[in-house]
């Protein structure tokens, strides 16, 4: 999921620097919306991985 949040940061500033003003903005709106999704998935991770009595991988 991090990976196509860095594909659309990409796609937003090569938009941005050629002049596409609406795509680099809507590239770079999806890219922060799977960026907060990835971020509430991944702590809710950690608290289950908390929950269950397991800590972090080494």
Do not use: C
């Not at 940061?9 to 999704?37: P, S």
């Amino acid at each position: 999921m991090l990976g196509w949040t860095l594909i659309f940061l990409v796609i937003a500033i090569i938009a941005a620097v050629l002049g596409f003003t609406g795509i680099a903005g809507a590239a770079a709106e999806i890219a922060k919306i799977i960026f907060f999704i990835f971020l509430v998935l991944w702590i809710i991770s950690l608290i289950a991985g908390a929950l269950r009595g397991r800590g972090p991988r080494p």
